[in-house]
Protein backbone atom coordinates (compact mmCIF):
# COMPACT_ATOMS: atom_id res chain seq x y z
CA UNK A 1 0.00 0.00 0.00
CA UNK A 2 3.13 2.14 0.63
CA UNK A 3 5.42 3.47 -2.05
CA UNK A 4 8.78 4.14 -1.92
CA UNK A 5 7.85 7.74 -2.26
CA UNK A 6 5.75 7.33 0.80
CA UNK A 7 8.16 5.38 2.66
CA UNK A 8 10.94 8.49 1.71
CA UNK A 9 8.06 10.20 2.92
CA UNK A 10 7.54 9.26 6.56
CA UNK A 11 11.40 8.58 7.24
CA UNK A 12 11.14 12.39 6.79
CA UNK A 13 9.37 12.93 9.63
CA UNK A 14 10.65 10.11 11.97
CA UNK A 15 8.07 7.88 11.10
CA UNK A 16 8.40 4.22 10.79
CA UNK A 17 6.34 1.59 8.22
CA UNK A 18 4.93 -0.20 11.27
CA UNK A 19 3.49 3.56 12.89
CA UNK A 20 1.29 4.10 9.57
CA UNK A 21 -0.06 0.72 9.31
CA UNK A 22 -1.12 0.27 12.80
CA UNK A 23 -3.00 4.50 12.13
CA UNK A 24 -4.74 2.70 8.82
CA UNK A 25 -5.89 -0.31 10.99
CA UNK A 26 -6.87 2.08 13.52
CA UNK A 27 -8.97 4.01 11.12
CA UNK A 28 -10.71 0.69 10.41
CA UNK A 29 -11.20 -0.79 13.78
CA UNK A 30 -11.86 2.55 15.49
CA UNK A 31 -10.92 3.04 19.32
CA UNK A 32 -12.87 1.01 22.15
CA UNK A 33 -15.21 2.91 24.27
CA UNK A 34 -14.27 3.44 28.34
CA UNK A 35 -15.91 1.22 31.03
CA UNK A 36 -17.06 3.89 33.34
CA UNK A 37 -18.06 2.90 37.03
CA UNK A 38 -18.86 6.53 38.12
CA UNK A 39 -18.56 10.35 37.66
CA UNK A 40 -16.22 11.61 40.63
CA UNK A 41 -17.48 13.71 43.23
CA UNK A 42 -16.53 14.92 46.18
CA UNK A 43 -15.80 12.04 48.68
CA UNK A 44 -15.83 10.02 45.69
CA UNK A 45 -12.64 10.39 44.35
CA UNK A 46 -12.08 14.33 44.73
CA UNK A 47 -10.88 15.68 47.68
CA UNK A 48 -12.02 19.05 49.39
CA UNK A 49 -9.56 20.21 51.96
CA UNK A 50 -10.80 22.48 54.43
CA UNK A 51 -9.19 25.89 55.53
CA UNK A 52 -6.56 24.38 58.36
CA UNK A 53 -5.45 21.60 55.56
CA UNK A 54 -5.28 23.71 52.76
CA UNK A 55 -2.98 25.95 54.96
CA UNK A 56 -0.67 22.58 55.73
CA UNK A 57 -0.78 21.60 52.25
CA UNK A 58 0.57 25.21 50.80
CA UNK A 59 3.14 24.93 53.93
CA UNK A 60 3.88 21.71 52.63
CA UNK A 61 4.69 22.86 49.43
CA UNK A 62 6.89 26.02 50.44
CA UNK A 63 9.08 23.52 52.39
CA UNK A 64 9.57 21.43 49.45
CA UNK A 65 10.45 24.51 47.40
CA UNK A 66 12.89 25.68 49.87
CA UNK A 67 14.77 22.27 49.25
CA UNK A 68 15.89 23.34 45.76
CA UNK A 69 14.12 21.22 43.63
CA UNK A 70 14.16 22.13 40.21
CA UNK A 71 10.19 22.90 39.23
CA UNK A 72 9.26 23.89 35.23
CA UNK A 73 5.80 25.74 34.59
CA UNK A 74 4.70 23.99 30.98
CA UNK A 75 2.42 25.75 28.64
CA UNK A 76 1.04 24.49 25.45
CA UNK A 77 0.92 27.28 23.71
CA UNK A 78 0.73 26.28 19.80
CA UNK A 79 -2.40 27.13 18.78
CA UNK A 80 -3.92 29.95 16.38
CA UNK A 81 -6.42 32.32 17.94
CA UNK A 82 -8.44 32.64 14.82
CA UNK A 83 -11.13 30.24 16.29
CA UNK A 84 -11.75 32.99 19.07
CA UNK A 85 -12.80 35.82 16.04
CA UNK A 86 -14.87 32.82 14.09
CA UNK A 87 -17.70 35.24 14.71
CA UNK A 88 -15.75 38.41 13.42
CA UNK A 89 -14.58 36.73 10.45
CA UNK A 90 -18.47 35.65 10.02
CA UNK A 91 -19.01 39.62 10.10
CA UNK A 92 -16.88 40.84 7.97
CA UNK A 93 -17.58 38.34 5.05
CA UNK A 94 -21.75 39.02 5.93
CA UNK A 95 -24.02 40.35 3.14
CA UNK A 96 -24.78 43.21 5.68
CA UNK A 97 -22.90 46.20 6.97
CA UNK A 98 -24.01 46.78 10.67
CA UNK A 99 -23.71 44.50 13.98
CA UNK A 100 -26.57 42.41 13.82
CA UNK A 101 -25.93 39.57 15.97
CA UNK A 102 -26.22 39.56 19.65
CA UNK A 103 -22.42 38.54 19.48
CA UNK A 104 -21.41 41.45 17.08
CA UNK A 105 -23.21 43.89 18.97
CA UNK A 106 -21.60 43.48 22.15
CA UNK A 107 -18.51 43.43 20.88
CA UNK A 108 -18.95 47.01 18.99
CA UNK A 109 -20.34 48.51 22.21
CA UNK A 110 -17.73 47.72 24.27
CA UNK A 111 -14.52 48.58 21.97
CA UNK A 112 -13.04 50.31 24.35
CA UNK A 113 -12.69 47.80 26.99
CA UNK A 114 -10.67 45.46 25.17
CA UNK A 115 -6.87 45.66 26.32
CA UNK A 116 -6.08 45.62 22.42
CA UNK A 117 -7.77 48.65 21.61
CA UNK A 118 -5.03 51.42 21.57
CA UNK A 119 -2.80 48.99 19.55
CA UNK A 120 -6.62 48.58 17.31
CA UNK A 121 -7.06 52.35 17.43
CA UNK A 122 -3.22 53.22 16.35
CA UNK A 123 -3.66 50.32 13.34
CA UNK A 124 -7.13 52.18 12.37
CA UNK A 125 -5.79 55.69 12.05
CA UNK A 126 -2.29 53.99 10.01
CA UNK A 127 -4.68 51.90 7.31
CA UNK A 128 -7.35 54.63 6.99
CA UNK A 129 -6.18 57.67 8.70
CA UNK A 130 -9.13 57.66 10.44
CA UNK A 131 -9.37 56.72 14.69
CA UNK A 132 -12.00 54.10 15.91
CA UNK A 133 -14.42 56.85 16.86
CA UNK A 134 -14.87 58.56 13.68
CA UNK A 135 -15.15 54.69 11.83
CA UNK A 136 -18.03 54.45 14.45
CA UNK A 137 -19.73 57.19 13.30
CA UNK A 138 -19.37 56.70 9.69
CA UNK A 139 -20.76 53.25 10.57
CA UNK A 140 -17.66 51.59 8.95
CA UNK A 141 -17.95 48.53 11.23
CA UNK A 142 -15.91 46.08 8.93
CA UNK A 143 -13.00 47.98 8.65
CA UNK A 144 -12.77 47.43 12.40
CA UNK A 145 -13.02 44.37 12.62
CA UNK A 146 -10.92 43.98 9.33
CA UNK A 147 -8.26 46.07 10.79
CA UNK A 148 -8.22 43.93 14.08
CA UNK A 149 -7.93 40.68 11.75
CA UNK A 150 -6.73 40.91 8.68
CA UNK A 151 -2.17 40.43 8.09
CA UNK A 152 -2.11 44.58 7.07
CA UNK A 153 -3.72 45.06 10.71
CA UNK A 154 -3.00 43.50 14.21
CA UNK A 155 -3.49 40.07 12.40
CA UNK A 156 -5.20 38.72 15.75
CA UNK A 157 -6.94 35.96 13.33
CA UNK A 158 -3.47 33.94 12.86
CA UNK A 159 -1.54 34.68 15.71
CA UNK A 160 -1.62 32.58 18.52
CA UNK A 161 -3.25 33.56 21.48
CA UNK A 162 -0.27 33.47 23.79
CA UNK A 163 0.79 36.96 21.56
CA UNK A 164 -2.89 38.70 21.96
CA UNK A 165 -3.21 41.61 24.14
CA UNK A 166 -5.44 39.90 26.95
CA UNK A 167 -5.34 42.22 30.25
CA UNK A 168 -5.29 46.09 30.93
CA UNK A 169 -2.84 47.73 33.20
CA UNK A 170 -1.61 51.44 33.90
CA UNK A 171 2.18 50.45 32.83
CA UNK A 172 0.60 49.11 29.24
CA UNK A 173 -1.13 45.77 28.17
CA UNK A 174 -0.01 41.88 28.76
CA UNK A 175 -0.30 39.41 26.57
CA UNK A 176 -0.88 35.67 27.90
CA UNK A 177 2.42 34.76 27.73
CA UNK A 178 3.58 37.77 29.88
CA UNK A 179 0.65 36.21 32.90
CA UNK A 180 2.14 32.61 32.63
CA UNK A 181 5.91 34.36 33.33
CA UNK A 182 3.92 36.32 36.27
CA UNK A 183 2.76 33.52 37.43
CA UNK A 184 5.71 31.43 37.64
CA UNK A 185 7.15 33.48 39.49
CA UNK A 186 4.62 33.47 42.07
CA UNK A 187 3.97 29.71 42.66
CA UNK A 188 6.81 28.18 40.70
CA UNK A 189 10.18 29.27 41.62
CA UNK A 190 12.78 27.89 43.85
CA UNK A 191 16.28 29.15 44.48
CA UNK A 192 15.29 32.77 43.18
CA UNK A 193 14.62 31.05 39.81
CA UNK A 194 11.73 30.54 37.67
CA UNK A 195 11.47 27.67 34.79
CA UNK A 196 9.08 28.16 32.29
CA UNK A 197 8.40 26.46 29.24
CA UNK A 198 5.95 26.68 26.15
CA UNK A 199 4.86 24.16 23.18
CA UNK A 200 4.65 26.43 20.25
CA UNK A 201 4.21 26.02 16.64
CA UNK A 202 7.13 26.41 13.98
CA UNK A 203 5.70 29.89 12.32
CA UNK A 204 5.41 31.16 15.64
CA UNK A 205 8.71 30.23 17.69
CA UNK A 206 10.37 33.50 16.41
CA UNK A 207 7.83 36.10 17.43
CA UNK A 208 7.69 34.11 21.13
CA UNK A 209 11.20 34.84 21.64
CA UNK A 210 11.22 37.95 20.25
CA UNK A 211 8.60 38.98 22.96
CA UNK A 212 10.19 37.28 25.59
CA UNK A 213 13.77 38.85 25.34
CA UNK A 214 11.78 42.15 25.47
CA UNK A 215 9.57 41.12 28.37
CA UNK A 216 11.28 39.45 30.77
CA UNK A 217 14.14 41.26 32.38
CA UNK A 218 11.23 43.60 33.61
CA UNK A 219 9.42 41.04 35.45
CA UNK A 220 12.53 39.23 36.43
CA UNK A 221 13.18 42.69 38.03
CA UNK A 222 10.09 42.99 39.27
CA UNK A 223 9.36 39.57 40.92
CA UNK A 224 13.06 39.28 42.07
CA UNK A 225 13.50 35.78 39.79
CA UNK A 226 16.17 35.10 37.11
CA UNK A 227 13.88 33.45 34.33
CA UNK A 228 15.03 30.42 32.37
CA UNK A 229 12.47 30.59 29.41
CA UNK A 230 12.57 27.76 26.70
CA UNK A 231 10.19 26.15 23.96
CA UNK A 232 9.54 23.35 21.69
CA UNK A 233 7.79 22.37 19.20
CA UNK A 234 4.99 19.50 18.40
CA UNK A 235 7.74 17.39 17.23
CA UNK A 236 7.02 15.92 13.02
CA UNK A 237 7.08 12.26 14.52
CA UNK A 238 3.87 12.90 16.27
CA UNK A 239 1.91 14.03 13.22
CA UNK A 240 -0.95 11.37 11.97
CA UNK A 241 -1.48 10.24 8.41
CA UNK A 242 -5.13 11.41 7.24
CA UNK A 243 -7.42 8.69 5.96
CA UNK A 244 -10.23 8.90 3.05
CA UNK A 245 -13.74 7.58 4.31
CA UNK A 246 -12.68 3.92 3.07
CA UNK A 247 -10.13 4.13 5.43
CA UNK A 248 -7.37 4.09 2.48
CA UNK A 249 -4.52 6.64 2.86
CA UNK A 250 -5.78 10.13 1.75
CA UNK A 251 -2.98 12.02 -0.73
CA UNK A 252 -2.92 15.21 -1.59
CA UNK A 253 -2.99 16.65 -5.00
CA UNK A 254 1.13 15.91 -5.77
CA UNK A 255 0.21 11.82 -4.40
CA UNK A 256 1.64 12.53 -1.28
CA UNK A 257 0.17 11.13 1.63
CA UNK A 258 -1.49 14.05 4.14
CA UNK A 259 -0.18 14.20 7.33
CA UNK A 260 -2.19 16.01 10.33
CA UNK A 261 -1.16 17.23 13.91
CA UNK A 262 -1.43 14.59 16.64
CA UNK A 263 -3.71 16.60 18.57
CA UNK A 264 -2.37 17.94 22.54
CA UNK A 265 -1.60 14.42 23.23
CA UNK A 266 1.45 14.60 21.16
CA UNK A 267 3.07 17.03 23.86
CA UNK A 268 3.92 13.92 26.05
CA UNK A 269 6.84 13.79 24.19
CA UNK A 270 8.02 17.21 24.69
CA UNK A 271 6.68 16.60 28.64
CA UNK A 272 9.00 13.83 28.66
CA UNK A 273 11.55 16.60 27.43
CA UNK A 274 11.43 18.55 30.27
CA UNK A 275 14.14 18.07 33.31
CA UNK A 276 12.37 18.48 36.46
CA UNK A 277 11.02 16.80 40.03
CA UNK A 278 7.93 18.69 39.77
CA UNK A 279 5.81 20.11 36.69
CA UNK A 280 2.90 22.44 36.20
CA UNK A 281 0.55 22.52 33.53
CA UNK A 282 -2.01 25.04 32.26
CA UNK A 283 -3.43 26.45 29.01
CA UNK A 284 -2.10 29.78 27.65
CA UNK A 285 -5.28 31.31 27.66
CA UNK A 286 -6.42 30.28 31.42
CA UNK A 287 -4.67 33.21 32.99
CA UNK A 288 -6.64 36.60 35.11
CA UNK A 289 -5.18 40.20 36.35
CA UNK A 290 -2.93 40.37 39.22
CA UNK A 291 -5.94 41.56 41.05
CA UNK A 292 -7.44 37.82 40.40
CA UNK A 293 -4.16 36.59 41.18
CA UNK A 294 -3.96 35.56 44.38
CA UNK A 295 -6.21 32.71 45.06
CA UNK A 296 -4.75 31.61 41.81
CA UNK A 297 -1.77 31.44 43.61
CA UNK A 298 -2.68 29.64 46.42
CA UNK A 299 -4.46 26.78 45.13
CA UNK A 300 -1.59 26.24 42.65
CA UNK A 301 0.25 26.11 45.96
CA UNK A 302 -1.97 23.62 47.45
CA UNK A 303 -2.66 21.34 44.65
CA UNK A 304 1.47 20.94 44.67
CA UNK A 305 1.02 20.75 48.50
CA UNK A 306 -0.84 17.45 48.00
CA UNK A 307 1.13 16.02 45.20
CA UNK A 308 4.70 16.31 47.06
CA UNK A 309 2.70 14.65 50.10
CA UNK A 310 1.38 11.75 48.78
CA UNK A 311 4.62 11.31 46.47
CA UNK A 312 6.57 11.19 50.20
CA UNK A 313 4.19 8.48 51.36
CA UNK A 314 4.43 6.50 48.16
CA UNK A 315 8.35 6.70 48.00
CA UNK A 316 8.46 5.96 51.98
CA UNK A 317 6.09 2.66 51.00
CA UNK A 318 8.34 2.01 48.04
CA UNK A 319 11.90 1.64 49.92
CA UNK A 320 10.00 -0.74 52.12
CA UNK A 321 8.75 -2.76 49.74
CA UNK A 322 12.57 -3.18 47.96
CA UNK A 323 13.75 -3.38 51.47
CA UNK A 324 11.69 -7.01 52.31
CA UNK A 325 11.48 -5.20 56.17
CA UNK A 326 7.31 -5.55 55.84
CA UNK A 327 4.61 -7.71 57.52
CA UNK A 328 0.76 -8.39 56.41
CA UNK A 329 -0.09 -5.25 58.77
CA UNK A 330 1.80 -3.28 56.53
CA UNK A 331 1.35 -4.15 53.60
CA UNK A 332 -2.91 -3.33 54.79
CA UNK A 333 -2.08 0.00 55.02
CA UNK A 334 -0.38 0.10 51.60
CA UNK A 335 -3.48 -0.92 50.21
CA UNK A 336 -5.43 1.56 51.96
CA UNK A 337 -2.65 4.36 50.85
CA UNK A 338 -3.62 3.14 47.31
CA UNK A 339 -7.04 2.40 47.19
CA UNK A 340 -8.21 5.60 49.52
CA UNK A 341 -5.48 8.54 48.69
CA UNK A 342 -4.59 7.41 45.55
CA UNK A 343 -8.08 6.46 44.60
CA UNK A 344 -6.58 3.05 42.51
CA UNK A 345 -9.19 -0.15 43.70
CA UNK A 346 -8.18 -3.44 42.46
CA UNK A 347 -11.73 -5.04 42.39
CA UNK A 348 -10.05 -9.14 43.32
CA UNK A 349 -7.48 -8.09 45.65
CA UNK A 350 -8.20 -10.16 48.12
CA UNK A 351 -7.39 -12.83 45.87
CA UNK A 352 -4.03 -12.24 45.92
CA UNK A 353 -1.00 -13.50 47.85
CA UNK A 354 1.25 -11.70 49.42
CA UNK A 355 4.15 -11.84 47.23
CA UNK A 356 1.35 -11.20 43.96
CA UNK A 357 0.28 -8.08 46.31
CA UNK A 358 3.73 -7.14 47.02
CA UNK A 359 4.24 -7.37 43.10
CA UNK A 360 1.36 -5.02 42.39
CA UNK A 361 1.45 -2.44 44.59
CA UNK A 362 4.97 -2.40 43.25
CA UNK A 363 3.51 -1.19 40.13
CA UNK A 364 0.77 1.00 41.26
CA UNK A 365 3.55 3.01 43.38
CA UNK A 366 6.02 3.30 40.88
CA UNK A 367 4.15 5.68 38.11
CA UNK A 368 4.31 8.87 37.31
CA UNK A 369 1.76 10.98 39.98
CA UNK A 370 -0.81 14.14 39.11
CA UNK A 371 -2.61 16.19 40.93
CA UNK A 372 -5.49 17.69 39.06
CA UNK A 373 -7.61 20.77 40.11
CA UNK A 374 -11.38 20.23 39.05
CA UNK A 375 -14.00 22.83 39.73
CA UNK A 376 -17.82 22.75 39.78
CA UNK A 377 -19.33 21.91 36.38
CA UNK A 378 -21.26 24.95 35.04
CA UNK A 379 -21.78 23.95 31.50
CA UNK A 380 -18.46 24.82 29.59
CA UNK A 381 -17.33 22.16 26.89
CA UNK A 382 -14.63 19.71 27.82
CA UNK A 383 -13.87 16.68 29.60
CA UNK A 384 -15.09 15.81 33.09
CA UNK A 385 -13.11 13.20 36.38
CA UNK A 386 -14.49 9.80 36.37
CA UNK A 387 -13.68 7.22 37.46
CA UNK A 388 -13.17 4.36 35.40
CA UNK A 389 -11.73 0.88 34.62
CA UNK A 390 -8.64 0.10 33.20
CA UNK A 391 -6.87 -2.28 30.43
CA UNK A 392 -5.80 -4.14 33.79
CA UNK A 393 -9.19 -4.44 35.17
CA UNK A 394 -8.19 -1.92 38.08
CA UNK A 395 -10.79 0.91 38.53
CA UNK A 396 -8.82 4.66 38.76
CA UNK A 397 -9.36 8.15 38.56
CA UNK A 398 -9.20 9.83 34.61
CA UNK A 399 -9.93 12.61 32.68
CA UNK A 400 -12.55 12.01 30.06
CA UNK A 401 -13.36 13.86 27.27
CA UNK A 402 -17.28 13.57 25.45
CA UNK A 403 -15.55 11.74 22.13
CA UNK A 404 -14.73 8.69 24.82
CA UNK A 405 -18.13 8.10 25.79
CA UNK A 406 -20.58 5.63 24.33
CA UNK A 407 -23.28 7.83 23.68
CA UNK A 408 -25.74 5.16 23.11
CA UNK A 409 -25.24 4.16 26.51
CA UNK A 410 -27.74 5.94 28.83
CA UNK A 411 -25.95 5.54 32.17
CA UNK A 412 -23.11 6.60 30.76
CA UNK A 413 -24.63 9.72 29.35
CA UNK A 414 -26.43 10.37 32.47
CA UNK A 415 -22.77 10.82 34.43
CA UNK A 416 -21.57 12.63 31.59
CA UNK A 417 -24.55 15.07 31.53
CA UNK A 418 -25.01 15.26 35.75
CA UNK A 419 -21.31 15.24 36.53
CA UNK A 420 -20.29 17.73 39.34
CA UNK A 421 -17.39 18.91 37.72
CA UNK A 422 -15.27 19.62 34.93
CA UNK A 423 -11.44 19.36 34.21
CA UNK A 424 -10.01 23.30 33.70
CA UNK A 425 -6.47 21.46 32.99
CA UNK A 426 -4.88 22.38 35.71
CA UNK A 427 -2.04 19.62 36.69
CA UNK A 428 0.85 19.52 38.48
CA UNK A 429 3.07 16.45 37.83
CA UNK A 430 5.61 14.50 39.54
CA UNK A 431 7.71 12.45 37.10
CA UNK A 432 11.10 11.43 39.19
CA UNK A 433 10.48 7.78 40.60
CA UNK A 434 11.70 7.20 44.29
CA UNK A 435 15.65 7.04 43.26
CA UNK A 436 15.26 10.64 41.00
CA UNK A 437 15.47 8.57 37.60
CA UNK A 438 12.88 10.74 35.03
CA UNK A 439 10.27 8.61 34.35
CA UNK A 440 9.61 7.71 30.66
CA UNK A 441 6.62 9.06 30.06
CA UNK A 442 5.52 7.42 26.64
CA UNK A 443 5.26 3.89 28.43
CA UNK A 444 2.61 5.06 30.52
CA UNK A 445 0.10 6.26 27.62
CA UNK A 446 -2.65 4.08 26.70
CA UNK A 447 -2.70 3.63 22.94
CA UNK A 448 -6.63 2.52 22.64
CA UNK A 449 -8.16 5.91 24.10
CA UNK A 450 -7.08 8.20 20.95
CA UNK A 451 -9.89 9.13 18.37
CA UNK A 452 -11.33 9.80 15.11
CA UNK A 453 -12.90 12.91 13.60
CA UNK A 454 -14.34 14.04 10.28
CA UNK A 455 -12.27 16.91 8.22
CA UNK A 456 -12.36 17.87 4.57
CA UNK A 457 -9.34 19.21 2.48
CA UNK A 458 -9.97 21.47 -0.85
CA UNK A 459 -13.52 19.85 0.12
CA UNK A 460 -12.32 16.49 -0.06
CA UNK A 461 -13.96 14.70 3.10
CA UNK A 462 -11.37 12.92 5.45
CA UNK A 463 -11.25 11.23 8.37
CA UNK A 464 -8.60 12.47 10.83
CA UNK A 465 -6.77 10.63 13.74
CA UNK A 466 -5.53 12.29 17.22
CA UNK A 467 -3.28 10.96 19.32
CA UNK A 468 -4.47 9.87 23.30
CA UNK A 469 -5.05 13.64 24.96
CA UNK A 470 -2.31 14.88 27.01
CA UNK A 471 -4.27 14.86 30.16
CA UNK A 472 -6.43 12.15 29.40
CA UNK A 473 -4.90 9.15 27.58
CA UNK A 474 -1.71 9.60 27.70
CA UNK A 475 -1.86 9.81 31.53
CA UNK A 476 -3.93 6.97 31.95
CA UNK A 477 -1.73 4.93 33.65
CA UNK A 478 -0.21 8.00 36.23
CA UNK A 479 -1.37 8.09 39.77
CA UNK A 480 -4.34 10.24 39.60
CA UNK A 481 -5.70 12.49 42.39
CA UNK A 482 -8.56 15.38 41.67
CA UNK A 483 -8.59 18.37 44.22
CA UNK A 484 -11.61 21.08 43.93
CA UNK A 485 -10.43 24.47 42.99
CA UNK A 486 -12.54 27.52 42.68
CA UNK A 487 -14.43 28.78 39.93
CA UNK A 488 -12.15 32.06 39.93
CA UNK A 489 -9.42 29.55 39.38
CA UNK A 490 -10.48 28.82 35.75
CA UNK A 491 -10.79 31.89 33.14
CA UNK A 492 -10.45 30.42 29.42
CA UNK A 493 -10.72 32.63 26.60
CA UNK A 494 -12.80 30.93 23.96
CA UNK A 495 -13.72 33.57 21.69
CA UNK A 496 -12.75 37.63 21.75
CA UNK A 497 -15.94 38.79 23.39
CA UNK A 498 -14.76 36.57 26.52
CA UNK A 499 -11.94 38.89 27.18
CA UNK A 500 -15.20 41.15 28.32
CA UNK A 501 -16.12 39.31 31.11
CA UNK A 502 -15.71 41.04 34.42
CA UNK A 503 -12.42 38.35 35.34
CA UNK A 504 -10.67 39.68 32.20
CA UNK A 505 -11.38 43.70 32.90
Request: charged share 25%; proline share 5%; glycine share 6%.
Given at each position: ?16 E ?14 P ?14 V???T????N ?6 E?K ?18 M???M ?33 N ?8 N??S ?9 I ?45 S ?5 V ?14 R ?20 S ?6 D ?7 N ?13 P ?20 K ?38 L ?32 D ?41 S ?7 Q ?5 E????M ?46 L ?18 V???V???T ?6 VN ?7 Q
Amino acid sequence: MLSQQDLQQIAVKGISEEQINRQLEEFKTGFPFLKLEAAAAIGKGIVSPETEERQNYVNAWNEYKSEGHKIVKFVPASGAASRMFKDMFSFVNADYDVPTTDFEKQYFLNLTKFAFYDALDNKCQELYGKNITSLLADAKYKAIASAMLNAEGLNYGQLPKGMLLFHKYPEGARTPMEEHLVEGALYAASAGEANVHFTVSHEHMQMFEQRVAEKKDMYAEKYGVKYNISFSEQKPSTDTVAANPDNTPFRNDDGSLLFRPGGHGALIENLNEIEADVIFIKNIDNVVPDRLKPETVEYKQLIAGVLVTLQKRAFDYLRLLNSGEYNHDKLEEIIRFVQQDLCCRKPDIKQLEDAELVIYLKKKLHRPMRVCGVVKNVGEPGGGPFLTYNQDGTISLQILESSQIDKSNEEYMRMFTEGTHFNPVDLVCAVRDFEGKPFYLPDFVDKTTGFISSKSKNGRELKALELPGLWNGAMSDWNTVFVEVPLGTFNPVKTVNDLLREQHQ
